[in-house]
């Protein structure tokens, strides 16, 4: 009698799998990025222009043209935590959609902090650290990355003080909850303007102005710099060893959600050297940057405090509508990510945000994860690919990253289901 066959849904490493090292594009661009430059005097920026804001190590991976950058012994106890995550076949979606289609999903929600930030907020934390920095500021938008922050800080003895966008703090009580249970001070942003709703570019800025205005304080950016999108390749190395324990060759496409381009870079940059892997940014279609945005140098923030740099932008003073993604309301994009785009090697892609919430639920009831907004973007990207597949009678295999779940976004979905959430302009 034949075997019975077994539909293997869940692709696991062990705890020695996890990458001991960060893969750097930078060797694998096509020219060296466009350099940062300062805002006052347009020339370009040198470590020592960053030194007030980051630790010394973060400036030299952010410069560095090294093609692995080894992760230390002290990061990989924080990251062994939740590392590595699982990569998920999403069979109960191939199923409900009736594709051709293989689609894998790798599980970033499984982090403390329910996201994929804290692959960066620990290295960042231990750096500063370990340079005798006692104390961090940063912006967050949907408040996953102040929660990862607020969690890394806690590990290595640091105080965490997080400027939240004001709609997001609005919308979302518990982030500022569980900050503050591991030791964060939370305020919402702009701390000067309390009737604005805010933005990423304006926590951004308070954030900055807090952390040169001390010297125990230092900078930390959740996603754009190249630092960030370096600590979170751990996503794409891990899932490029479980779909081959998958038995599959490689992703015909490598999705994920964009906001400033961190989870987006570190699920797709390791698959960047193979050029049969095709690449694809989701962005929300009230905050289009990479597919409506212009390529040119601007401001990282609102109040032009940060160094200026070659990306896809709307403009450093554009005010993204209150979509509940707020991870994906900024203005710019990783200069990486933009680089790509812009060369054609990574495609990109808006989502309404009510299509979003459909794919969030279908994605909800057949494999019984809650998405984050965010991840919603790519989750409606992958059944897009799926359906265009199927359409064609192709086999395509399809990775996408689910970067964060949604249990801390209720609110968002009581208004898709009862019908109240507003459709974008
Ligand atoms: C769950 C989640 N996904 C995606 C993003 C977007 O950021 P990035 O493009 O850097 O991954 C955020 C940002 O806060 C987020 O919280």
């Not at 940063?138 to 003895?157: K, N, V």
């Not at 570019?201 to 960030?228: F, K, P, Q």
Request: with cysteine; net charge negative.
């Amino acid at each position: 009698m034949a075997a019975p066959e077994i539909s293997d849904t869940r692709f696991t490493l062990s705890q020695a799998d996890i990458p001991s090292a960060w893969f750097n594009v930078a060797p694998h661009l096509s020219s060296p990025l466009d350099p940062p430059l300062h805002p006052v005097t347009r020339e370009p920026v040198g470590p020592d222009d960053l030194a007030p804001l980051f630790a010394a190590e973060l400036i030299g991976q952010e410069m560095s043209a090294d093609p692995w950058i080894d992760i230390p012994g002290e990061v990989l106890d924080v990251l062994r935590l939740w590392r590595p995550t699982p990569l998920i076949r999403a069979r109960r979606l191939e199923a409900a959609l009736g594709t051709t289609a293989r689609i894998y999903y790798k599980d970033e929600s499984v982090s403390p902090a329910g996201s994929h930030k804290p692959n960066s907020a620990v290295p960042q934390a231990y750096y500063n650290a370990r340079e005798g920095i006692a104390r961090l500021a940063t912006e967050t938008g949907a408040g996953q990355w102040g929660t990862a922050l607020a969690f890394a800080c806690a590990q290595f003895g640091l105080e965490c003080a997080v400027y939240m966008v004001r709609k997001s703090f609005e919308q979302k009580p518990y982030r500022k909850v569980i900050m503050e249970t591991w030791g964060g001070s939370v305020v919402p942003s702009p701390i000067d303007d309390p009737d604005n709703a805010g933005s990423l570019g304006a926590a951004i800025s308070d954030a900055v102005r807090d952390a040169v205005g001390r010297e125990d304080t230092h900078y930390a950016l959740g996603s754009v710099l190249n630092h960030v999108l370096l600590h979170q390749t751990v996503i794409g190395l891990e899932a490029q060893q479980q779909l081959t324990q998958a038995g599959e060759t490689r992703p015909d496409v490598v999705i994920a959600p964009c906001g400033g381009g961190s989870n987006l870079g570190g699920v797709a940059l390791p698959f960047l050297p193979d050029p049969a892997v095709r690449l694809l940014a989701a962005e929300p279609a009230s905050c289009p940057t990479l597919t409506r945005g212009s390529y040119e140098y601007d401001f990282g923030d609102t109040a032009g405090l940060t160094p200026m740099m070659n990306m896809y932008t709307l403009g450093h003073d554009f005010m993204p509508p209150g979509i509940h993604a707020g991870g994906l309301r900024y203005h710019g994009d990783s200069p990486i990510i933009s680089k790509l785009v812009h060369e054609g090697r990574m495609e990109a892609v808006a989502h309404r945000q009510k299509a979003v919430f459909e794919a969030n639920v279908l994605f909800a009831r057949v494999e019984g994860k809650l998405p984050a907004p965010e991840a919603g973007h790519g989750i409606a990207s992958a059944i897009a690919e799926a359906n265009d597949a199927t359409a064609k009678d192709e086999e395509r295999v399809i990775l996408v990253n689910y970067c964060g779940h949604g249990l801390l976004d209720l609110s968002a979905y009581e208004d898709h289901l009862a019908g109240t959430l507003p459709e974008e302009p």
